[in-house]
């Protein structure tokens, strides 16, 4: 297995118009979080990178949705480094990762501050690039050498899972989209055939994966010892004085 930090930072895209399908992918992945994100509650969701700034989740209950690039731009809300976020620890509620791990030099990193930022029971949502899927075998191939798709880390959904469960997260849902040819641009009808027999039966060879997970956090709480302290000592016969006598261990005697 190869490590999953590199001194190569991969060519980073800048909207999802540098991606083959692009405005499908979008499109895909809006769809599909669209019924999850209905249950993200709090105040604070947070869009990570270029691709992620651009998923509208219109039926998500936080109000306060915010962008956070490498530059800025026209929908740009903070700048900032996804692997050192400008935020205080335990501040959001949902954060949202599109391919971010997939176009970065150092995926631990940047796991390791999104569960710093995230709140107990908090929200996190991963989508990536099937290395097993046809986009995976082609990115090896020396076709089309400008397609993005070839500076691609693409990591398994097991392997993101492990990372995730190491950092504290339960995973919640996993699923999976985009049957096609993606690194060529060729999209198939949905509704086809093939599309409906691979969803149902080859699901380990979609395009992309979405995997959404929850961060938790077990509370410390002293235990109290059941035992108690109980005394080392009894009460013995005292010695009294009364007028005329003398009184030991409860027996009088004359003076």
């Known amino acids: 297995m190869k490590p999953a930090l590199t001194h190569l930072a991969p060519q980073y895209p800048t909207s999802w118009q540098d991606l083959p399908m692009g405005a499908a992918l979008r499109e895909i992945v809006e769809t599909t979080l669209a019924e999850s994100s209905r ?20 039926q998500c209950p936080i109000k306060h949705k915010f962008n956070l690039t490498r530059k800025m731009e026209s929908y740009s809300g903070v700048q900032g480094k996804a692997d050192a976020l400008p935020i205080a620890e335990n501040s959001i509620d949902a954060i949202l990762l599109v391919h971010e791990l997939d176009f970065s030099h150092d995926p631990h990193q940047i796991l390791r501050e999104a569960v710093r930022a995230i709140i107990p029971n908090g929200h ?25 798709l070839h500076q691609g880390r693409f990591f398994s959904i097991t392997r993101t899972k492990d990372w995730l469960h190491l950092l504290g997260f339960e995973i919640t849902s996993v699923r999976r989209a985009v049957f096609s040819e993606l690194f060529l641009g060729r999209r198939l009808a949905p509704e086809s055939t093939w599309i ?34 109980q005394t080392k000592f009894s009460a013995v016969g005292a010695t009294t004085w009364r007028t005329g006598s003398m009184q030991v261990g409860g027996r009088a005697q004359d003076k």
């Open 39 to 58: 249950q993200f509650f709090g105040y604070h969701l947070l869009r990570l990178g270029n691709l992620s700034s651009e998923i509208s989740l219109a």
């Open 124 to 148: 996190l949502v991963v989508v990536g690039f099937n290395p097993w899927s046809l986009c995976g075998l082609f990115k090896y191939l020396p076709i089309r050498r400008q397609n993005p």
């Open 196 to 229: 409906k027999w691979c969803e149902k039966y080859l699901g380990w060879l979609s395009a992309i994966y979405i995997i959404e997970a929850r961060k938790r956090e077990i509370p410390l709480s002293l235990i109290k010892p059941k035992w108690t302290t």
